[in-house]
Structure formats: structure tokens, C-alpha cells
């Protein structure tokens, strides 16, 4: 298959050349214009008044586990369903509140400037060919035997379950609200409440250097994506967003920033680097997001759309989509290539703190004040699954992703013992032959033993199908915690020594956890196979 570009993209028109195509795209249009009728119904927002209303139209008032903000979208879905049924625009829920309503907002344009839509071009250029080759793998994935599947899923579950402390660090004389470690695995960069960023060794946790430039508290630090690993030590390596509303672009030789992209009126949370290397967005508290030209330190895009303060921001790995949240509770989903919303999500009751798009492309997590993480589905555009994640605030949220390589440690220690049981850290016991001795019947046979070929392509696919098969969360209850990311289930819990943890990663290599806390330290955990 060639690849996909910009230009000889072109519209299928044979998709909707037959009848069943046709009515498939009509449901899913009726769909999408149902939701958004819903989006724009009043409904009440005091939980007694939605369920009496819900007690008017014949439905339960209220669920098994349901909250007062899960029971509201609930009659915000049953009467959209009843308005399609009956071919109506809208049903009169809250007489008096929808009279007084404020007119509906309609969707405006602002002008972008040529800077802007030469950048729209080039990260479409970008995305499409990466977004061609994580379809045509997960396409490789879906037939992968399900026995296949469930033995990585043990593999790598086993290898995550044994994550254990390797040591820790005093970080700074403040605490450390952020770490996040090079793209290579081996340099750690920390912010801290100082205004100073770190970067050290690792697992040694010696310093390297202390980057200087920031006058308040350090909200956001993001690494280059090949920084460390084909980046040239000179050219920009890092960058960093404060409290006093800059942006510092970093060398690795230099103490002293190369450059600071100035433009937000109020402290800057989050900082992200767009995948191409080329772009950076940062979230404000003067309620906005911003697009920055990393070579011409200029910005692109002032992005307005949240009614409080933007904490978090993040790019999906294809490069075309990037997602904004904020202490409005709300986050969208905005495509690059068009500027446009492609979907809002709405159903954390308080400020989101953190989001991570799953490698996948399509799933993103967010985490919150209201001590949970929600998975939202692009797809299906709405809340997949609801963990109730820790006691407090969930302060960050990392999927594990990696490009899909074997490991230098792993590839090694699979030479070493030429035995694909023991790369991730766990040994499979050869079955009993009494199990087969009792069958009658049965001509068991153990299977003829892989070659080293085999093996390594073995491990190969597993490593391919290994990123965001987990992700690790970060709250003020002092713990980190590690989930799977098919089942959602808890898989295992890290007590740190900090009151709060206000900030959690993973290595690419899958070796080593790393947590920032309140206590003005960073903490390092290791799997037995990084060890």
C-alpha cells in the first residue's frame, strides 16, 4: 500500500455506493444530530427537579451508582430519544429556564493568519501517513489469536505487578509539580515550585545540570521527541511553561534558555510538543491555549473555548488531533488540520487537572478533582468507563508508549538466556505430564520449542502490541497507581513517601516509574525486568 499523503488524498466514492453503506452513514448522521440537539435542550439542573421529570416521562429516578451529573445526562439522552421519535426540534423540559435562556451560540470563525495555514498543511501532511500505519497495525493486531493476546496481556500485567521502589531524591527546596523523562529513558527533567527545571541521571538520580530562567512556580515541562535521541544537544531540546506566563526553550548544553515565547496574559500550566517537533501548545490560566512555531519562537494560534482556566493540553501521536481541559470540567477535542471542535467531553464534576491520549489514537483519559479518571471513546464520542481512582485529586495521568522496539536490557537478557519466558520478568512453568497421562484418547505432545527466530519475532510482536496496553495515575492521596488499559482494572499500587503526588511517567523502555511530590522530592520505581 502506498503511502498516505496530502496529496494524493482523495474522497472514496465508492463508500456510499451501495444501498446498506447509505443507510449505515444515515443512522450515523441521525446520531450525530441527535446528540447535537441534546447538547443544546434545557434541562434542570437541580437533582430533585430532574428526577421528577424523569418520574413524568415513565423512567427510573435513579440508578444503581448513579450521580446526581450521570442521572442529568441520563434525561438529557431520554428526551433527545423521544424528540427523534416524534420528529421534534425541542421539548419544553423547563418552561421558565428555557424562556430566560441566553440565545444559542452559533459557531464563528476568526481569521488565521498565512503562518497558520501553512501550519495546518504541514501537520496534515504529518499525520496522515502516521495515522495510516497505526490503522494498518491495529488492523495487524485484530487477527492476532486470542490465546496470542491473552499470554502478552500476562506477560506484560506480570511484569507491571512487580514495580517496586529503587530509591529517591530531594528534587528541590520546593516541591515538584513535574517529571518527565527523555524519549531515550535514561535523563529525567523535573519542575518544581522554585521556577527551576532539573535534568538527571538515571536510575543513578544524579544531577546533570539545573536550567535557570523562570521567575514563579513551573507548571510544564516537554521534551522534543527525538530529544537525546537524534536531536543534536545544541538545538531545542526542552521546553518549559511558569507561572510567569513564559515559555522557555532549552538546549541541553546551556543553562540559559535559547529562547522565550511570551504572549499569555496569566500563569502557564501544561506544555506539550506537538509529535512532529515543530509546534507547542500551551494551556493558561487567562482561560485560552496557544499554538507556538517552535523554530520562530512566534504564535500561531490563540485558542479560546473554555469559560475558566486551562490546566492541561495534550497532542495525540498521529499529530492531527490536540485535546485542552480545564477547572471548567470541561475538555475538547480540536482538529489541527481544521480548527475546528471534534468532540467535547463532558462529565467530570470538577476541574480536570491532567488528559493523555492513549496510543491507540482514539481513547483519552482525564483525571480530576473529583478524584476520578474518565476514558472517552472518539468514536463513539462519549465516556467509555468511569475508575474511581484515588481519594483525592488525580493529579496525572501516563499511558506507557514507546515506538514499538524491543529494548536495548530486553534484547540483551534474551541473548543472554536464549529463553523468551523470562524477558518480561516472569517464568512459565512447563505443564505437569501427569495432566496428559490421565486423558484417554489424547496423543499430547508438547510443542516442537521455537527457534531463536521465532522467538525474537515473538517478542517483537509482543513489544508492537505492548504501548498503552497500561497507564499510570498520580494523586494527592500519596499514591501511584497502575492500571490496564482494556479492562480498566487496578494492577497494582505505589506507595510513595510524599503527602501528595503531583506528578507520575513512564520510561519508553517500560524499566522505571517515576513520581514528583509535594515533599520536594521525585521517587524511582523498577520492574524485575529493568533490574
Not at 53 to 80: C, H, K, N
Not at 252 to 258: A, G, K, M, V
Request: glycine share 8%.
Amino acid at each position: 500500500m502506498p503511502e498516505l499523503t496530502f496529496d494524493n488524498l482523495v474522497d472514496d466514492g465508492n463508500y456510499l455506493g451501495s444501498e446498506r453503506a447509505r443507510i449505515e452513514n444515515k443512522v450515523i448522521l441521525d446520531e450525530l444530530e441527535r446528540k447535537k440537539k441534546a447538547r443544546a435542550m434545557a434541562v434542570p439542573t437541580d437533582d430533585n427537579r430532574v428526577k421528577a421529570r424523569l418520574r413524568e416521562i415513565g423512567e427510573p429516578i435513579t440508578l444503581f451508582g448513579e450521580r446526581a451529573a450521570d442521572r442529568r445526562d441520563r434525561l438529557i439522552y431520554v428526551l433527545s430519544q423521544i424528540n427523534a421519535a416524534r420528529g421534534e426540534d425541542a421539548i419544553d423540559v423547563d418552561a421558565k429556564s428555557e424562556s430566560e435562556s441566553e440565545e444559542e451560540a452559533e459557531e464563528f470563525f476568526s481569521p488565521g493568519s498565512l503562518e497558520l495555514l501553512e501550519a495546518r498543511r504541514r501537520i496534515a501532511e504529518f499525520s496522515l501517513p502516521r495515522a495510516q500505519k497505526r490503522v494498518t497495525q491495529q488492523k495487524f493486531d485484530s487477527k492476532l489469536p486470542l490465546s496470542r493476546i491473552i499470554d502478552i496481556r500476562k506477560r506484560v500485567f506480570a511484569d507491571v505487578k512487580t514495580f517496586s521502589n529503587l530509591g529517591s531524591q530531594i528534587g528541590d527546596e520546593r516541591p515538584v509539580s513535574l517529571v518527565r523523562f527523555a524519549p531515550n529513558g535514561e535523563v529525567l527533567a523535573t519542575g518544581s515550585w522554585s521556577g527551576s527545571v532539573k535534568l538527571w541521571n538515571v536510575p543513578a538520580c544524579t544531577p546533570i545540570r539545573t536550567l535557570r530562567g523562570h521567575s514563579d512556580r513551573v507548571g510544564g515541562v516537554a521534551w522534543h521527541p527525538q530529544a537525546t535521541l537524534s536531536q543534536s544537544t545544541d538545538s531545542v531540546n526542552l521546553v518549559s511553561g511558569a507561572g510567569d506566563a513564559c515559555i522557555n526553550v532549552w538546549s541541553l548544553n546551556s543553562e540559559t534558555p535559547i529562547s522565550v515565547m511570551k504572549g499569555h496574559q496569566d500563569r502557564i500550566c501544561r506544555v506539550a510538543f506537538h509529535p512532529s517537533g515543530n509546534y507547542v501548545a500551551s494551556a493558561s490560566f487567562d482561560t485560552t491555549w496557544r499554538l507556538w512555531d517552535i523554530n520562530t519562537s512566534k504564535e500561531l494560534l490563540l485558542q479560546e473555548g473554555h469559560s475558566r482556566e486551562v490546566y492541561a493540553i495534550e497532542f495525540q501521536d498521529d499529530g492531527a488531533l490536540v485535546a485542552s481541559a480545564g477547572l471548567d470540567a470541561i475538555g475538547r477535542v480540536w482538529d489541527l488540520r481544521t480548527g475546528r471542535t471534534a468532540m467535547v467531553l463532558d462529565g467530570h464534576v470538577e476541574g480536570i487537572l491532567t488528559m493523555a491520549f492513549s496510543p491507540n489514537g482514539y481513547q483519552i483519559a482525564t483525571g480530576a478533582s473529583d478524584d476520578t479518571i474518565r476514558i472517552w471513546d472518539l468514536r463513539s464520542l462519549k465516556a467509555l468507563y468511569t475508575i474511581p481512582a484515588h481519594l483525592s485529586n488525580v493529579s496525572d495521568v501516563r499511558f506507557f508508549r514507546s515506538d514499538g522496539t524491543i529494548p536495548a536490557h530486553i534484547m540483551q537478557r534474551q541473548n543472554q538466556t536464549g529463553d523468551l519466558a523470562h524477558v518480561n520478568g516472569t517464568t512459565e512453568e512447563p505443564e505437569e505430564q501427569s495432566n496428559n497421562d490421565d486423558d484417554e484418547g489424547m496423543e499430547g505432545s508438547a510443542p516442537p520449542p521455537m527457534t531463536t527466530e521465532q522467538k525474537r519475532e515473538a517478542l517483537a510482536q509482543e513489544w508492537r502490541y505492548r504501548p498503552g496496553l497500561y497507564l499510570a495515575s498520580a494523586g494527592y492521596d500519596g499514591l501511584v497507581k497502575v492500571w490496564s488499559a482494556d479492562d480498566w482494572q487496578l494492577l497494582t499500587t505505589l506507595q510513595t513517601d510524599g503527602s501528595k503526588v503531583m506528578s507520575v511517567d513512564l520510561s519508553t523502555d517500560s524499566k522505571l516509574l517515576v513520581s514528583g511530590t509535594y515533599n520536594r522530592n521525585f521517587q524511582l520505581f523498577a520492574s524485575e525486568s529493568g533490574m
